[in-house]
């Protein structure tokens, strides 16, 4: 996870700060697209907050889904609750939404992350090892 910031302008003019968004990834694999509905860009430690994500399945089939959150070493977020969520059923091209619980424990910018979603009719798995990114501040 990096911000970058970036001065720029010629000698002897003032110049301008230019710092980069934290990403917000949209995550596609084809029959099954992945979108963050909702991720803050702040956060202060310790206070927990929600990722909500939208799972759409664009099949023909329906889906019954289940995900399973993997905690990432050394990571300054931790999840909260269980770690295999069973989210139900998808019917064929339409979407369910999703809510995450999260706690921030350390401060810096953290990946937001390992997401493994599980068809569990077919055993398909999509994995998703970064859903986006967020800065975490002291109190």
Avoid: M
């Avoid at 596609?28 to 991720?39: A, N, P």
Wanted: charge should be neutral.
């Amino acid at each position: 996870a990096v911000v970058s910031t970036q001065s720029t302008g010629n000698f002897g003019e003032r110049g301008r700060l230019q710092s980069s968004q934290l990403q917000r990834l949209i995550q596609q694999q084809g029959e099954l697209v992945v979108t963050v509905q909702s991720l803050p860009h702040f956060i202060s430690s310790d206070e927990q907050f929600q990722l909500a994500l939208r799972l759409r399945n664009t099949t023909d089939r329906k889906y019954n889904l289940h995900v399973t959150l993997n905690q990432i070493n050394d990571s300054g977020l931790i999840w909260v609750g269980d770690i295999k969520k069973v989210v139900g059923e998808v019917l064929p091209c339409s979407h369910l939404d999703v809510q995450l619980d999260i706690l921030p424990i350390k401060s810096g910018v953290w990946d937001v992350g390992e997401i493994i979603i599980e068809n569990v009719l077919t055993n398909k798995r999509f994995s998703y090892p970064s859903i986006g990114q967020i800065l975490v501040g002291l109190k």
